[in-house]
């Protein structure tokens, strides 16, 4: 049974690092996530966010990332992040798949990929699906 989305207890108070070009999407997932009880940190590119996890990669205990973004895309920050930490649990999330980033993301082996638009629900589920 998935909690529901205002019960401060789920997150407690765990990290979640955020990642997407778009600033109203990102807005609305940190929100959604510090109201279940998460700590979020966040970034606008695959780039930013390498950094972000660089700097807290023993805290952070999952990612969720757009996949088409510039700079460096989601599978590409996926990549990285997984030679930091191998076990870290990915979500990602896209409005628009090439057939390329498909192929590309089976490789990567995603926990749990959300096809936007999506709903806070669908989001959350995905989220509790990772036990974390």
């Not at 972000?52 to 990669?57: D, G, L, T």
């Not at 076990?87 to 999330?93: D, F, K, Q, Y």
């Not at 490789?107 to 699906?129: R, T």
Request: charged share 30%; with cysteine.
């Amino acid at each position: 049974e998935i909690p529901r989305v205002n019960s401060k207890k789920a997150g407690d108070g765990r990290l979640i690092l955020v990642v997407d070009d778009d600033p109203s999407i990102l807005e609305v997932e940190k929100e959604i996530l510090e109201e279940s009880g998460f700590k979020v940190v966040t970034a606008v590119d695959g780039a930013i966010a390498l950094e972000v996890f660089k700097e807290n990669a023993g805290v952070i205990c999952a990612v969720i990332t757009d996949i088409t973004m510039p700079n460096l895309d989601g599978i590409g920050a996926i990549r990285m992040i997984r030679k930091i930490k191998p076990e870290i649990p990915v979500i990602g999330s896209s409005g628009l798949l090439i057939e390329k980033q498909s192929e590309e993301l089976r490789e990567i082996s995603l926990n749990a990929f959300l096809e936007k638009p999506f709903s806070a629900s669908a989001f959350m589920e995905a989220v509790y699906s990772l036990d974390i």
